[in-house]
């Protein structure tokens, strides 16, 4: 497991995990600033690395800065999407969508008809269609065109944060309002009480407060919310809180707001916080 660290107190560059194996590498490794915003493994092995601005490689050794894209070097990615054939699709907050292939490369913004330029997540479904979640909508390109879905579509938010599709072609949108799911054709909200899931008995709907950071899928099938409420479990019908903070106790995370989760192969669940692991 490797995590990056960013902000005032945790910019501190990136650390692999866990303790017994714990490697931990800054700027004065060859880091470009002490703010990584994430780290993900290509298919070639190398890590890449989100930085506050720009993207870095890893080779195991030596850390180098990333440009396929000159234009990247001082855009703030917020997710890197690895599709097949190693072409890469780069999100970016206020600057569109790029591709590169290796050899070309293209730009999506706005004015091609993105629902908005501030890019959280891209993936491309089993049709072979690509969504991207923005800022202002789900954004679909067929390759030709885009389609934009908003609140007036059906979406709880046109703020949307992370996507995945699972084996029934279902796509998950992970949104400030909840989480929804799309056939290609009906928006459908994941919807619970406040009495369901524990909290005090005021009916609320989940949606009506549930910011929704990140949908991942356990080892064993089950879905796993990472929220700014903490995060959830869903087993595809019961929606079971896992923990929320309790004062200082062990046991619990150490701040409601979860900002992503990972599974390890002996099931272990890394939840990452504005407080830390």
Do not use: C
């Not at 107190?9 to 303790?19: K, N, V, Y």
């Not at 989940?206 to 869903?234: D, H, M, Q, V």
């Amino acid at each position: 497991i490797w995590a990056g660290f960013f902000g005032l107190r945790q910019g501190f560059g990136i650390s692999s995990l866990p303790a017994k194996d714990l490697a931990h590498f800054d700027t004065r490794d060859g880091l470009s600033s002490k703010s990584a915003y994430g780290v993900q493994r290509l298919k070639g092995g190398d890590l890449l690395l989100r930085m506050q601005k720009g993207l870095m490689r890893y080779d195991g050794e030596h850390f180098y800065a990333f440009e396929p894209i000159e234009a990247l070097a001082q855009q703030p990615v917020a997710h890197v999407y690895e599709a097949a054939g190693d072409t890469l699709y780069f999100a970016t907050e206020g600057a569109g969508v790029w591709r590169f292939d290796g050899e070309r490369t293209a730009h999506w913004t706005v004015a091609d008809g993105l629902a908005s330029d501030y890019v959280r997540d891209v993936l491309r479904s089993a049709d072979g269609a690509l969504y991207f979640a923005t800022l202002g909508g789900l954004s679909r390109y067929d390759g030709r065109s885009f389609r934009n879905y908003a609140v007036s579509d059906g979406l709880s938010s046109d703020d949307i944060r992370d996507l995945y599709e699972d084996e029934q072609g279902l796509l998950w949108l992970a949104t400030d309002r909840g989480v929804v799911r799309f056939d290609g054709e009906v928006f459908d909200l994941l919807d619970y009480t406040d009495r369901q899931l524990g909290f005090p008995e005021r009916g609320n709907s989940l949606t009506a407060k549930l910011r929704t950071e990140g949908i991942y899928r356990g080892i064993n099938g089950e879905f796993f919310l990472a929220t700014t409420s903490g995060f959830a479990r869903y087993t595809g019908t019961d929606l079971d809180w896992i923990t929320r903070v309790n004062a200082r106790n062990r046991g619990y995370i150490s701040n409601n707001h979860v900002e992503a989760i990972r599974q390890s192969p002996d099931g272990l669940l890394w939840v990452a916080t504005h407080r830390g692991l």
